[in-house]
């Protein structure tokens, strides 16, 4: 079956660490996408790519980095400089850009980032 | 900043009722809505998309749309316990030279048995 894999679905680190988080999608989607989820909030984006080997900054993209060196492939690093990093990341993709109904967005399972 | 603005609710219903969720949008520009729906700890899904004005319907869910007044709309007949969840509208912004999907912090439905 076609999806979104996201791992690992519950992960703590340390103060200090980098940890990254993956997404692989074998949807054949052109474009991925990242949003960070905090309680009773909206999503928001963090970064996205629309084409291998280039990626474009979201709204909240500081202490973020990405790479997009394959199409199947979109993994997020959170750094230590992001300073308040516990929430739910979401991975998503779309057939194209995400401007009309026929490439909406579809959802990983998640990923749930405690920092301690 | 362009805004997708919804009441986080909690909106109550008894079993069997109309739930009526509703959006506003401050980006003249959007041209697609649509509605997630997400059960606690889990990914959103998509319930419905919506680009032009009026009504569309899909099952017990219809979506209405007004860009006039900037403002789209899920009614969800006959309410189910299991439609309890957070439903979370979005419509599409302009971002550079490509487009993103705004998200509401969403409005949480509960129906009561």
């Known amino acids: 079956d076609g999806g979104i894999t996201q791992s690992p679905k519950y992960l703590f680190r340390k103060e200090g660490q980098n940890v990254t988080l993956s997404c692989e999608q074998n949807?054949?989607?052109?474009?991925m996408y990242w949003y960070r989820q905090d309680p009773g909030q909206g999503l928001r984006l963090i970064y996205y790519s629309q084409i291998v080997n280039d990626f474009q900054k979201g709204d909240i993209a500081e202490g973020y980095s990405v790479s997009r060196e394959k199409k199947e492939s979109f993994p997020l690093t959170v750094t230590s400089a992001q300073k308040n990093p516990t929430a739910f990341y979401l991975c998503?993709?779309?057939?194209?850009?995400?401007?009309?109904?026929?490439?909406?967005?579809?959802f990983g399972a998640g990923s749930r980032l405690t920092v301690l | 900043q362009k805004e997708v603005e919804q009441n986080s609710g909690p909106l109550s219903v008894p079993e069997g009722a109309i739930a009526s969720l509703n959006c506003t949008y401050s980006d003249r520009g959007s041209q697609s809505f649509f509605w997630y729906r997400q059960y606690s700890g889990k990914s959103p899904e998509l319930i419905m998309s919506?680009?032009?004005?009026g009504d569309k319907e899909d099952g017990r869910f219809t979506a209405q749309l007004n860009k006039a007044s900037q403002y789209v709309s899920l009614l969800i007949r006959d309410s189910q316990p299991s439609d309890s969840a957070t439903y979370l509208c979005a419509g599409t912004g302009r971002m550079d030279s490509s487009y993103k999907l705004i998200f509401g912090s969403g409005t949480r439905l509960l129906v009561r048995p």
């Open positions: 949807l054949n989607h052109d474009a």
């Open positions: 919506i680009y032009s004005n």
């Open positions: 998503a993709s779309s057939k194209g850009q995400a401007s009309s109904g026929a490439n909406v967005l579809t």
